[in-house]
């Protein structure tokens, strides 16, 4: 039997839900946060644990590689004249959830680097700036690189035609 798409009783309409990580990627708010955890974390364990200059390059990779994926997961959502005010948000929200951290951190004395040694609370507007910086330049390159290439596949892509257009070959 086929479902009906107008039910005679209002009440039987079913909702769709999200599985939660896709409802996670909607909101630049939760992205940003998550990022922002992930980075300031691995940044902390990576200058307490490591003194070898691979360890730390490794770990600068993975910060971008996670940088960079939770924008573009969070991009892919929306199309790219909604970008800028996203990638800018997204900067200023991954700063801000790094320097919450930042503070529990320095609260804890775990803050292993600030501006000059171990990282205390008169050096972090000069650490949010620094951040900031560091989280907004790369972003605003990679979404304008990413938009480019999403801009490019999609003029090199054929545009869909609907089935009952396509025209039989002409015979010779």
Do not use: C, D, K, Y
């Amino acid at each position: 039997m086929r479902p009906s798409f107008f039910p005679r009783e209002t009440h039987v309409f079913h909702a769709v839900e999200l599985p939660g990580w896709r409802t996670m990627s909607l909101s630049v708010v939760r992205m940003a946060a998550l990022t922002g955890v992930l980075l300031r974390g691995l940044r902390a364990v990576t200058l307490t644990r490591s003194s070898s200059t691979a360890a730390t390059a490794s770990a600068l990779a993975l910060g971008m590689l996670i940088l960079f994926g939770m924008l573009t997961l969070h991009l892919a959502n929306f199309p790219v004249r909604r970008w800028p005010w996203r990638v800018a948000a997204f900067a200023l929200l991954v700063t801000l959830s790094e320097m919450v951290v930042s503070v529990l951190l320095v609260l804890a004395r775990r803050e292993p680097l600030g501006t000059t040694g171990r990282a205390t609370f008169r050096g972090l507007p000069a650490m949010a700036l620094s951040t900031l910086e560091w989280r907004v330049v790369p972003l605003v390159a990679f979404a304008l690189l990413l938009a480019g290439i999403v801009q490019l596949v999609r003029r090199l892509l054929p545009r869909h035609v609907p089935h009952h257009a396509h025209q039989p070959p002409p015979t010779v």
